[in-house]
């Protein structure tokens, strides 16, 4: 059987913002310096913005799924 993956981000303007924003207020609870901060700074806008929609398509339209096979 043969799954297909595709993924798919889907982020507004305001989410983007707002996980910026967010990003900003961690890290400057770090405490760390300036230099420390700035390397920081995309890689918790990244965990942050993580979300993404995953499509799956298993078997073909019109074929009986397995009898254990789940949702």
């Known amino acids: 059987m043969n799954v297909r993956r595709t993924e798919d981000y889907h982020h507004t303007p ?12 961690l890290v400057n609870a770090t405490g760390l310096g300036e230099g420390a901060r700035e390397r920081l700074l995309p890689h918790i806008v ?3 913005s993580g979300k993404n929609i995953t499509y799956e398509q298993v ?3 019109g074929m009986d799924l397995p009898q254990n096979a789940r949702h």
């Open 14 to 25: 305001a989410q983007v913002n707002g996980y910026i924003e967010q990003a900003i207020v």
């Open 59 to 61: 078997v073909p339209a």
């Open 46 to 48: 990244n965990l942050l």
